[in-house]
């Protein structure tokens, strides 16, 4: 058996081997986008793992040939100099599950490595800032660390007193180092193969973390498809002033408009941007400083739109000033935004009516009448950016073990500073989220509206400790209860009062094409008259 496979437009595999990330890659390929150089893991190596607790036989061997190919393809080689080759190894399950498993990034960026890429690109401080991102995201996947403890372990060693950026740089990374050391009882291995073979087993082992599981469960995907890993050469997003990273939506999640929809961060690299560490741009930024790559983007959101049939999200880097595109997959939007995006599909003639009807699901409707809260008189605590619309009211928890421990008793909010696959627990027992950090396409925006969570992201002067919640001036305790509105960010205090949004034209035009199809004009409710639709389509 072949555990391996090159990540190629050629590549004939099905998403089950190949992951949906791969798979999604392979046809960005096809479609003559730019997509790092690469190759990909099959699921069946991760399954092999998680049955016998190791690294399948004859996988490094084929690891051995596929980076040797990959470096001939670059012209680099992983870990070495005068050209070093940095990778990043990520996961990709058949479904997509945002965040829910591990990434490591700049794979490859030894002390060696390190040093020659400083030389090679005439920035010490890039340099140092890509090994930094390697090691931090190196110890994330391979010991007990989390992103937050290992932001708390580099502030710690900074402090205040280091001024020069090299230094804190350098400050920062034997920390981390150091922190690694203290759970392992040895270095970071200095070696790309060691490396390598480190990030494999950690992302195959992320796939039966307790945040996987929980996420599987919520959303029924089989526990026993086991993800993919995709190895792909860097791009650094963080190279220079015309670098950076961004994720994007062809059109808005929240309504459908047909507006590009997104966020991006300059010279930054994928994982600020997603994490919710970072305060993040509008995508549009992109278009007056970059508007080279923004024309790139524009041209790519337009191939992947007619060949999907479907609104599209992507993830990219673009690294002195030139586009790479590292994942898409259909946008998967829900409730109006589902409605306004299947008639905006048909009127545009890219599908027919009857499939229209299929693409929305009763479920869809019932988040249609979206809640408002009715302001007015209101008592505001904060306000951020709406990130899936509609009204939740509950305690406030600022833990999720809490907030899962809480909502036993009623509906509680799940306030965070920004959260991380290990808050999966608590998202899944919240009413709604509240993050003082990230934007609509952080952790929190991206996990919420798969769920039809209201959520607020970015809110303002919010600071969160272990009971206590801050903003405005004041402080408020845990278990207080508080209300949001995710389609203005609004944040009160109390139960106010909610009203409820009219019938939108596209609805409205949707249910007359479901009542032509199954030819019932009886007054029902909406869930139902579609319903009928699709049985009438189907046959049943």
Not at 362 to 372: E, G, K, N, S
Request: net charge negative; glycine share 10%.
């Amino acid at each position: 058996m072949s555990w391996i496979r090159p990540l190629s437009p050629e590549v004939e595999e099905p998403v089950d081997v190949l992951g949906g990330k791969a798979y999604g890659l392979a046809v960005l390929q096809r479609l003559g986008l730019p997509v790092p150089a690469g190759f990909v893991i099959g699921t069946e190596a991760c399954r092999a793992f998680l049955r016998q607790g190791r690294l399948p036989d004859g996988l490094d061997d084929e690891l051995a040939a596929a980076v040797a190919q990959l470096e001939d393809a670059t012209c680099r080689k992983l870990g070495g100099s005068p050209r070093p080759l940095a990778v990043s190894v990520r996961s990709g399950a058949r479904e997509s599950m945002p965040g829910m498993m591990t990434t490591v990034l700049n794979l490859g960026l030894g002390t060696t490595a390190t040093s020659a890429l400083a030389a090679e690109t005439g920035d010490i401080r890039f340099a140092l800032e890509s090994r930094l991102e390697f090691v931090s995201s190196f110890a994330a996947a391979t010991t007990d660390l989390d992103a937050q403890t290992i932001e708390a372990v580099v502030r710690q060693a900074t402090g205040t007193e280091v001024a020069d950026a090299r230094t804190r740089l350098s400050v920062a990374i034997r920390a981390v180092e150091d922190a690694f050391a203290q759970r392992t009882g040895r270095p970071v291995p200095d070696d790309a193969t060691e490396q390598l073979g480190m990030a494999l087993a950690a992302v195959f082992s992320s796939w039966d973390t307790p945040r996987a599981k929980t996420y599987r469960e919520l959303h029924a995907i089989p526990a026993d498809l086991g993800t993919a890993v995709i190895v792909q050469a860097m791009v650094f997003g963080n190279r220079d002033d015309h670098s950076g990273s961004g994720v994007a939506f062809t059109r808005n999640p929240d309504t459908g408009e047909p507006t590009p929809f997104g966020e991006v961060l300059f010279r930054r690299q994928g994982d600020d941007v997603v994490s919710g560490r970072s305060s993040t741009r509008p995508l549009s930024k992109l278009a007056d400083r970059e508007p080279d790559v923004w024309a790139s983007l524009l041209d790519a959101f337009d191939r992947v739109e007619k060949y999907h049939r479907d609104a599209c999200y992507l993830e990219f880097t673009f690294e002195a000033g030139q586009l790479w595109l590292l994942q898409v997959r259909p946008g998967r939007f829900v409730g109006t935004a589902a409605v306004r995006l299947a008639t905006d599909l048909v009127d545009e003639g890219v599908i027919a009516r009857q499939e229209a009807l299929l693409r929305v699901s009763p479920l869809h409707l019932q988040r249609v009448h979206t809640r408002r809260l009715a302001v007015d008189g209101a008592d505001l605590l904060t306000r951020g950016l709406g990130a899936c619309p509609g009204v939740a009211i509950g305690r406030v928890a600022t833990t999720s073990d809490r907030a899962a421990r809480m909502a036993a008793d009623g509906p509680v909010i799940l306030v965070r500073p920004e959260t991380s696959p290990l808050d999966m627990h608590g998202i899944a027992a919240a009413a709604g989220i509240v993050t003082a950090r990230g934007g609509p396409a952080s952790h929190a925006a991206v996990v919420a509206r798969a769920m039809g969570k209201p959520a607020v992201v970015g809110a303002a002067n919010l600071t969160v400790t272990d009971d206590l919640v801050r903003a405005g001036g004041r402080t408020i305790p845990a278990g207080t209860v508080i209300a949001v509105d995710g389609t203005s960010g609004d944040v009160v205090m109390g139960s106010p009062r909610t009203t409820t949004t009219a019938t939108d034209p596209h609805l409205h035009r949707l249910l007359g094409w479901a009542d032509e199809v199954s030819g019932d004009t009886s007054v029902r409710p909406e869930p139902q008259r579609l319903a009928a639709a699709h049985a009438a389509l189907l046959g049943r």
